[in-house]
């Protein structure tokens, strides 16, 4: 397993601003998933981000609206830019491993765009 | 693409009841399926998953799900409901795609437990 870390852990945001938000293991993975939970509802791929190369996009998500890093093998960062109150929602980070692809998540940031 | 369907968005059990939540897949290869809990306001946490090793999968909290190739079902079972079990349960698959095997999740399934 894996332990997983963000911050921050919640936020309150005026539209229109970005916010950034980390996601720290506590151990070397190659894959990082970055999901939004919107309220109420399942949760949704956004990108995966791989070190050392650009993040891939699900369809539906800008690198330009979500802009993702991945320095190395243990953070990431997933910005969300210029917001509105349609991008309120739980992010989450979650990486692969141990064996047979199952993922760990991390304890999400609730974000509310006011 | 492989998917899950999660049947039933909201669940009531009482105190030492079963529990069962109900998953079917659609996979035109054999699936790798997954089981998460998410209590309130937190993150997700991984309950049991399928390995193709065995059909009836134990995971923690007493909880167990049994393969079904034939009706294509991953359910969630569990013989006597606990109050802490009241929680969202989300099925997942996992997907080789161009995002690697990310999961799909199903829309989840809200357990209440009564007394």
């Known amino acids: 397993s894996a332990v997983i870390s963000q911050k921050p852990s919640r936020d309150i945001c005026q539209r229109g601003t970005s916010l950034t938000i980390q996601c720290q293991v506590d151990?070397?993975?190659?894959?990082m998933f970055w999901y939004r939970q919107q309220p109420g509802q399942s949760l949704t791929l956004i990108a995966t981000a791989n070190q050392g190369s650009e993040a891939t996009y699900e369809s539906g998500f800008v690198i330009d609206k979500f802009p993702i890093s991945r320095p190395n093998l243990t953070f990431s960062t997933l910005t969300v830019s210029n917001m509105s109150p349609e991008d309120s929602s739980i992010y989450l980070c979650?990486?692969?491993?141990?064996?047979?692809?199952?993922?760990?998540f991390g304890p999400g940031t609730r974000l509310t765009v006011t | 693409a492989q998917s899950v369907t999660q049947l039933g968005s909201h669940v009531s059990v009482s105190e030492g009841a079963l529990v069962l939540l109900r998953c079917n897949y659609s996979s035109s290869v054999p699936p790798y399926l997954f089981w998460y809990v998410q209590y309130p306001n937190q993150g997700l946490q991984l309950l049991l998953k399928?390995?193709?090793?065995?059909?009836l999968v134990k995971g923690i909290n007493g909880f167990e799900a049994e393969f079904k190739k034939s009706e294509t079902s991953f359910h969630l079972t569990k013989p006597s409901a606990h109050m802490s079990d009241a929680a969202e349960y989300f099925c997942a698959v996992s997907e080789n795609s161009n995002s690697g095997y990310a999961l799909n999740f199903g829309k989840g399934t809200s357990l209440l437990v009564t007394p």
């Open positions: 399928y390995t193709s090793a065995a059909t």
């Open positions: 979650s990486v692969r491993a141990g064996g047979l692809y199952e993922q760990y």
């Open positions: 151990s070397q993975v190659t894959m």
